[in-house]
């Protein structure tokens, strides 16, 4: 059994704001990159399996191109939802990576890193108990909280720090998870 897990690809922020649960649609090298993504399932998979996604519109956008490549279908999941932020969302973010990563992990409206892991390993658990192959599509923050949890590593306070940033699951990033008997074997996609 193999469950994957996708990041939503670029959406489009001229502004650069921080989005949270804004609805930012994908910018068209997103869109692009998505299509990239249903190709790899195109070629990878060969039956019909479903989608779960985040109801945020950047990720449902990103799993509808995926399905309609492959002739999956797309059923959204609240679990899968971004973490959010109300004292940042929509707001500038500083054009520094550091102190912007820096202010999300700071701001004390930030839903935590324990929450979102909870949410989505419960919905991780749900689906792998039907026993059938299945995709993920979420955000950054949700996925990396997951593959923490898979990987057996505990959380630390801010997940895209410069000390974790190599484990946080990038943009249009699909993550293989095959079941064994004894636990998961795991492989990192970049398409």
């Given at each position: 059994m193999h469950i994957y897990l996708v990041r939503h690809t670029l959406y489009h922020n001229p502004e650069n704001i921080y989005a949270f649960h804004l609805p930012l649609?994908?910018?068209?090298?997103?869109?692009?990159?998505?299509?990239?993504?249903?190709?790899?399932?195109?070629?990878?998979?060969?039956?019909a399996i479903p989608i779960y996604t985040s109801p945020i519109?950047?990720?449902?956008?990103t799993?509808?191109?995926?399905?309609s490549i492959n002739n999956f279908q797309v059923q959204t999941d609240e679990r899968l939802i971004e973490?959010?932020?109300?004292?940042?969302?929509?707001?500038?973010?500083?054009?520094?990576?550091?102190v912007a990563w820096k202010m999300q992990c700071?701001?004390?409206?930030?839903?935590?890193?324990?929450?979102?892991?909870?949410?989505t390993v419960k919905?991780?658990?749900e689906k792998?108990?039907?026993?059938?192959?299945?995709?993920?599509?979420?955000?950054?923050?949700?996925?990396?909280?997951?593959?923490?949890?898979?990987?057996?590593?505990?959380?630390?306070?801010?997940?895209f720090d410069d000390e974790h940033i190599d484990i946080y699951i990038k943009r249009g990033e699909i993550v293989e998870v095959q079941v064994l008997e004894d636990g998961y074997h795991i492989e990192r996609i970049k398409v």
């Open positions: 649609y994908l910018s068209p090298e997103g869109r692009k990159h998505a299509g990239r993504v249903g190709d790899w399932f195109k070629n990878n998979v060969s039956s519109v950047r990720t449902v956008q799993a509808e191109i995926i399905a973490s959010f932020c109300p004292n940042l969302q929509g707001k500038k973010q500083p054009e520094d990576d550091e700071a701001d004390s409206s930030r839903e935590s890193s324990e929450s979102t892991q909870k949410r919905c991780f658990q792998l108990a039907e026993g059938k192959d299945y995709i993920l599509v979420s955000h950054g923050d949700l996925l990396t909280a997951l593959y923490y949890h898979l990987i057996n590593k505990s959380l630390v306070p801010c997940l």
